[in-house]
């Protein structure tokens, strides 16, 4: 694999990823239900990529989550609760947490869960 490969439903969504994802972390849309063609360039601009699925937890986020799932059967996913109101309104923190989970963005400092300098040795 060379890297990773994030498809999302549309470009607020794709903003808001952009907003804490790195820079060589490419984002595609699929504008909505994605056609054929729509389909066809999204596998060609993948490549050797893990892809990575965000859609919204609505019937329509779902379903295009079936149709890529198609496409890319080893897609990994990563779900939005229904209360946040889709993938643009989902807080960043929540965001990070669950790329931060795939390893798909590092751990931060303030992420560690073990203090290392308070051991003796």
């Given at each position: 694999?060379?890297?990773?490969?994030?498809?999302?439903?549309?470009?607020?969504?794709?903003?808001?990823?952009?907003?804490?994802?790195?820079?060589d972390v490419p984002i595609a849309m699929t504008y909505g239900i994605p056609g054929q063609e729509r389909l066809i360039r999204l596998r060609w601009m993948a490549r050797h990529r893990q892809v990575v699925v965000v859609t919204d937890a609505d019937p329509a986020g779902r379903r295009i989550r079936r149709i890529l799932k198609e496409v890319f059967p080893d897609a990994w996913d990563i779900y939005t609760?229904?209360?946040?109101?889709?993938?643009?309104?989902?807080?960043?923190?929540?965001?990070q947490d669950r790329f931060r989970r795939l390893g798909i963005i590092p751990l931060g400092v303030e992420d560690w869960t073990e203090d290392y300098t308070s051991h003796e040795g």
């Amino acid at each position: 694999m060379d890297g990773f490969f994030v498809i999302v439903e549309g470009k607020n969504d794709a903003k808001r990823l952009r907003s804490f994802l790195p820079e060589d972390v490419p984002i595609a849309m699929t504008y909505g239900i994605p056609g054929q063609e729509r389909l066809i360039r999204l596998r060609w601009m993948a490549r050797h990529r893990q892809v990575v699925v965000v859609t919204d937890a609505d019937p329509a986020g779902r379903r295009i989550r079936r149709i890529l799932k198609e496409v890319f059967p080893d897609a990994w996913d990563i779900y939005t609760k229904s209360g946040f109101n889709g993938v643009e309104h989902t807080p960043i923190d929540y965001m990070q947490d669950r790329f931060r989970r795939l390893g798909i963005i590092p751990l931060g400092v303030e992420d560690w869960t073990e203090d290392y300098t308070s051991h003796e040795g």
